[in-house]
């Protein structure tokens, strides 16, 4: 059964934290995704990595960054919280380089910055 | 570049009857298209996928839809709704060429089955 798990739920931390969200995902996939998920707005794609090391902005990176050490794990980071970044962030992965692969989701993380 | 819009935030329906959840996309180039669900508390799985071949796609828990590429459209259907199926239901369309495999997504179709 495939799995992709985040480390936390929920978050409460206070602006001008730095934040760290991690994925992991037990399926050997080489794409990892970080999403975040407003209402009315859908999931918009902040960054995605493509292999080890590698990472790729996606539509809404500002105030956020990456880290792909180890192929199983991708963690987002926030450098410094703002109210704005409050928000539900969900990971992803699939399989690499093939556009009609899956995508496999991570159950969320809730995110409230005060 | 391409865009996905579903065109009702929100859809009451009623249990047993038939649903539809409406999904336009803008694209120059071929797609691969998909729908999501989402429910309460839990990250989306697929619920199916139009990459090819027949325009009609069956996919889990009794859901299908139809790739009408005239006018780019992929509704998403179901025939007779159960409680269960209250969730929050997203389309999404990737790039046939390029292999990014990123996927873009629609604003979300909220269903809500009334008893």
């Known amino acids: 059964d495939v799995k992709v798990t985040q480390s936390s739920r929920y978050l409460v931390k206070r602006t001008g934290e730095k934040v760290f969200l991690e994925c992991v995902q037990d399926m050997d996939h080489e794409n990892m995704f970080w999403y975040r998920q407003d209402p009315g707005l859908g999931l918009r794609l902040i960054y995605f990595?493509?292999?080890?090391?590698?990472?790729e902005k996606g539509d809404i990176p500002e105030g956020y960054s990456v880290s792909r050490e180890k192929k199983e794990r991708f963690s987002l980071i926030l450098e410094s919280a703002s109210t704005n970044q409050t928000s539900m962030y969900l990971c992803a992965s699939s399989f690499p380089a093939q556009s009609q692969e899956t995508q496999y989701f991570g159950p969320g993380t809730r995110l409230l910055v005060l | 570049a391409q865009s996905v819009t579903q065109l009702d935030s929100q859809v009451p329906v009623f249990e047993e009857a038939p649903v539809e959840l409406r999904c336009n996309y803008s694209?120059?180039?071929?797609?691969?298209l998909f729908w999501y669900v989402q429910y309460p508390n839990q990250g989306l799985q697929l619920l199916l996928k139009?990459?090819?071949?027949?325009?009609l796609v069956k996919g889990i828990n009794g859901f299908e839809a139809e790739f009408n590429k005239s006018q780019t459209s992929f509704h998403l259907r179901k025939p007779s709704v159960h409680i269960s199926d209250t969730a929050e239901y997203f389309c999404?369309?990737?790039?046939?060429?390029?292999?990014?495999?990123?996927?873009?997504f629609g604003q979300g179709t909220t269903l809500q089955v009334k008893p």
């Open positions: 139009y990459l090819s071949g027949s325009t």
């Open positions: 999404a369309v990737s790039r046939y060429s390029g292999n990014t495999g990123k996927l873009i």
């Open positions: 990595s493509y292999d080890v090391k590698m990472k």
């Open positions: 694209s120059s180039v071929s797609v691969y």
